[in-house]
């Protein structure tokens, strides 16, 4: 069996990822958006909201829940690179939101998750 690198395995949920949030109802508009400041793996639109995601994906439970890794130091950065799209996009008044895409693998099935972010 060969294992996966964190950078494929992490590659692999957010393919996962946006054809799950596809299937729900959003349309995807960028991937892997990056600045200095840092990456957002998926902005998408839901409805009249822009939603800036962070996909985390886990075979195991060994290094805690998917969400349990976007503690408050990563939502900061999401929230820096958030406010460099709006403004270089030039979006007035944008409604958006955070949220997490947990994908965990339960025996081989992958299991996708929406998860809001407070």
Do not use: H
Not at 11 to 32: M, P, S, V, W
Not at 36 to 55: L, T
């Amino acid at each position: 069996m060969i294992m996966k690198s964190a950078r494929e395995k992490g590659f692999e949920g957010e393919q996962l990822a946006a054809k799950f949030l596809k299937a729900n109802g959003y349309r995807i508009l960028e991937k892997n958006y990056r600045t200095k400041s840092g990456e957002i793996d998926i902005i998408a639109r839901k409805n009249k909201s822009i939603v800036f995601i962070e996909v985390k994906t886990r075979t195991t439970d060994n290094f805690g829940t998917p969400v349990e890794a976007v503690d408050r130091r990563k939502l900061a950065k999401l929230e820096i690179v958030a406010s460099q799209y709006i403004q270089k996009k030039k979006i007035e008044e944008p409604a958006y939101r955070f949220e997490v895409v947990s994908i965990t693998k339960i025996n081989d099935a992958w299991q996708c998750e929406i998860i809001p972010v407070d």
